[in-house]
């Protein structure tokens, strides 16, 4: 199956470093979303805050953070950041309990 591709990027080759698998290509990953979206606590009742949660989401140019899930390796979740322009992969986060042990390591 062909990969449908913006005619004017070519083909993307992003890399991916999972901090507990090492260098991958992103076809490894399954992106999960923003990770900068802050979920309103949940004794908010608030349907408009809930939804804008779900729904409402920016477009930025530039340096984004992602969540993404290695599930063809590890099945960990990372937060990427990435240039949405360039997909230029800046950093790539452990998510979870484990990740104040893995930074105190490295």
Sequence with gaps: MKRAVAPHLGTIKMRLTCP???????????????ASAKRPAIENDSIEDHRAYVFDRANPDGDHRELWNHTSGCRMHVVVTRNTTTHKVTGCEPVGPWAKTMKARS
């Design 20 to 34: 507990f698998c090492g260098e991958r290509d992103h076809q490894e990953f399954t992106y999960r979303g923003d």
